[in-house]
């Protein structure tokens, strides 16, 4: 071997020791650098036409572990996703107040219930009066209150998933670029460690906001699709777009976020997410809380319907001198027809003697009035007739309304044997004449309607109906036409469930024996119905039809439509707590202010089964209030804590991959001080092997001379 050998071999075991020291050196100025992964060298024997010929570095690597470094992200995107969604859900557990407590939400409502059986025993007394008012008022406006939470949850939700588009776009880009920039460097086999570090940095914050799969690119860089195979980043980098909807309620319907990809073809996002902040927003958003709205809806309609249904079936002393009843979203017609049973409107005088009658003996949509015989075209015009003009009977606007006449009051009894009935409610509580509880569009869904009943929309009037996936992007929205031709529900109906132009693809539509209509998909675990816009009126209410009927989210809005009668509020007097007595002898009082049977009926409102539509989840069925509330509130507190659960244990994982992943990847302090010590003994053999070269060259020289 010669001497220009022996000096070449030492000066590359010189360059790679030195190599190796600036690699180590940089892994221990990086030691205590969040998500730093250390580098090392690789290096080969250096061979020349058969004979050592000292060593060569191959390149200078990352020590990534790719499994751990999936896992990392993937125990990432899982922690990011159950977090953000506990920390909002308990936003919404909160405002319902403790479940197992004495104050909050549930508890109120058996407070509620007591006072009214307090006030029943003391019906005379004002200041009980005024408090069992106030109570009612203070419930539902707590209900109102946990809407507008759930609504503002919703919102916040949506405007972090603007805020994370906005941040994402931005990491792609960075990404892409330090592609090209790796690509570059792998070429002329360059250091490219510091932009694959940058790199991985900006791949792990992504990870936070959705899952992302990496391959590695055989000219250096990397590959990044959704689990889908979307790409993120390739050959230029994807771009996503989205707009929050500003002020959100239970009705409205979210535009998709979208990811046009680098070939330029447009997606919907959500369809290739399963983890990470935006699936975490979008649960909260689209499932979490509006299945407390829609039962916080559900238990607040019908608690307001049952203290109705008690109040119907009383009298304030004196009885007031009108009643005008609820929007029905019907024509007379329509709302007269299917009533059973007997109902009896009275005109009463101050003192509460009777001065006028009119008895009123359905059967199906025919009636008499005091024997005479009526449909619901004369309906009117008889009563009227047999109140014989202490009383005054119309209809506006699908409201009912009574007018007493020369100060005359109105009571309304139902018989005791055979009481009115229509979808399971009196006269009275039907129209919502003598409501404890009002509201100005309708809050239940039983329309009494059936498949030859005219629905009262103009034909060429739409909605439309968004038809979303299970990840929540959206299908297909479809636009449904009310239909020409004689206005009947069943043609309605047809329009609605058309395979082509309306729903049928997806699911029907039904009309029940109450006449509630409802939609069930094809298959429920997958698809999901909103409404987008309804531009339909009904005449002559003025509701739409999702109002009507309660479609998409219209059901969740009722939380907080509901107020106590403004002038209850004003006069507590007006609270009906007594009963009208049909077998009075003739002058004398059928109402008495000291009869608190009525503040008993109400009292026992929320022990009674009531049938319970399905929301949010729930399959409802027959529930006393009481029942269903309490079922409801360990529902809020099981999520809660469920939730809390998810989010601490997917954090812990997320914290012991990243341990893992550190342990293999990050510096070991130790490990690098024992490196440096070996690099630094090579460098100086090599060194001394320069010198000694050296010093034989000089003796060589030396020979000659």
Not at 168 to 173: A, D
Not at 431 to 458: A, C, I, M, R, W
Not at 507 to 518: D, E, H, P, Q, V
Not at 578 to 594: R, W
Request: charged letters at 15%; aromatic letters at 6%; proline letters at 2%.
């Amino acid at each position: 071997m010669s001497l220009t050998s022996i000096m070449n071999i030492a000066t590359s075991g010189l360059q790679t020791a030195q190599a190796q020291l600036r690699v180590t050196s940089d892994n221990i100025a990086n030691v205590h650098t969040p998500g730093y992964v250390r580098k090392t060298v690789d290096q080969t024997a250096a061979v020349t036409q058969g004979y050592g010929a000292g060593v060569d570095i191959a390149r200078v690597r990352l020590a990534t572990d790719r499994f751990l470094q999936a896992a990392g992200m993937s125990a990432n995107a899982d922690a990011a996703r159950e977090t953000v969604r506990y920390e909002l859900y308990d936003q919404i557990q909160t405002r319902f107040g403790d479940p197992s407590g004495d104050g909050g939400f549930f508890a109120d409502i058996d407070k509620l219930f007591a006072s009214y059986a307090t006030l029943g025993e003391s019906p005379t007394s004002s200041a009980a009066r005024q408090d069992t008012i106030y109570k009612t008022q203070a419930l539902f406006n707590e209900a109102a209150g946990i809407a507008t939470q759930i609504q503002a949850a919703r919102q916040e939700a949506d405007g972090r998933l603007q805020n994370a588009v906005e941040t994402i776009n931005p990491l792609l880009e960075q990404i892409a670029k330090l592609n090209k920039t790796i690509a570059a460097g792998t070429v002329i086999n360059q250091d490219v460690t510091g932009a694959q570090n940058a790199q991985q940095t900006l791949i792990d914050q992504l990870s936070k906001y959705m899952d992302v799969k990496v391959e590695a690119r055989a000219n250096g860089g990397v590959t990044l699709r959704t689990g889908t195979g979307t790409t993120l980043v390739g050959e230029g980098n994807a771009t996503l777009s989205y707009k929050a909807a500003g002020t959100v309620d239970a009705t409205t319907a979210f535009s998709d976020i979208m990811i046009t990809e680098p070939n330029g073809t447009r997606w919907p996002l959500l369809d290739g997410v399963s983890s990470g902040e935006i699936r975490g927003l979008v649960e909260l958003r689209d499932i979490d809380a509006p299945a407390a709205a829609a039962r916080l809806g559900e238990l607040t309609a019908k608690m307001a319907d049952e203290l109705n249904r008690a109040h119907n079936a009383n009298s304030a002393v004196p009885a007031p001198t009108s009643l005008t009843g609820r929007n029905t979203g019907q024509s007379l017609t329509n709302a007269l027809t299917g009533f059973t049973g007997k109902t009896t409107i009275t005109t009463v005088n101050s003192a509460g003697v009777i001065q006028g009658s009119a008895e009123i003996v359905f059967s199906g949509a025919t009636m008499t009035v005091n024997g005479v015989a009526a449909d619901p075209t004369t309906f009117l015009a008889t009563v009227n007739a047999q109140l014989g003009g202490t009383a005054t009977v119309g209809f506006f606007n699908g409201q009912l309304r009574i007018e007493g006449q020369a100060g005359n009051g109105i009571a309304i009894a139902d018989d005791a044997t055979t009481p009115s009935s229509k979808g399971g409610r009196g006269f009275s509580h039907w129209f919502g004449l003598n409501d404890l509880v009002s509201t100005k569009t309708p809050t239940f869904y039983e329309t009494g309607l059936s498949l030859t009943s005219q629905h009262g929309f103009d034909a060429g009037e739409s909605l439309t109906f968004r038809i979303g996936s299970e990840s929540g992007a959206r299908l297909r929205d479809v636009t449904v036409a009310v239909p020409a031709g004689t206005g009947t529900m069943g043609e309605l109906l047809s329009a609605l469930n058309d395979p082509v132009a309306g729903v049928g693809r997806f699911g029907a539509f039904s009309l029940n024996a109450s006449g509630a209509l409802s939609f069930k998909a094809y298959d429920a675990s997958a698809t999901t119905m909103s409404v987008v816009k309804d531009g339909t009126t009904q005449d002559p209410s003025g509701v739409s039809m999702s109002q009507l009927f309660g479609l998409g989210g219209t059901g969740a809005t009722r939380a907080g439509a509901y107020s106590v009668r403004s002038d209850i509020q004003q006069d507590p007097a007006k609270l009906a707590l007594a009963q009208l007595n049909l077998s009075a002898a003739a002058g004398t009082p059928a109402l008495s202010k000291n009869d608190g049977r009525g503040g008993l009926l109400l009292a026992d409102a929320g022990k009674k089964n009531v049938n319970f539509a399905s929301a949010g989840g729930n399959s409802g069925g027959t529930k006393t209030l009481s029942s269903y509330a309490a079922d409801f509130a360990g529902d809020i507190g099981g999520k809660a804590s469920a939730a809390k659960t998810r989010s601490e244990t997917a954090t812990a994982l997320s914290q012991e991959a990243d341990s893992r992943r550190a342990s293999a990847e990050g510096v070991n302090m130790d490990e690098e001080l024992v490196n440096m010590t070996t690099f630094q003994q090579a460098y100086n053999a090599s060194a001394r092997l320069i010198q000694a070269s050296k010093d034989m060259y000089d003796t060589l020289i030396g020979m000659l001379k």
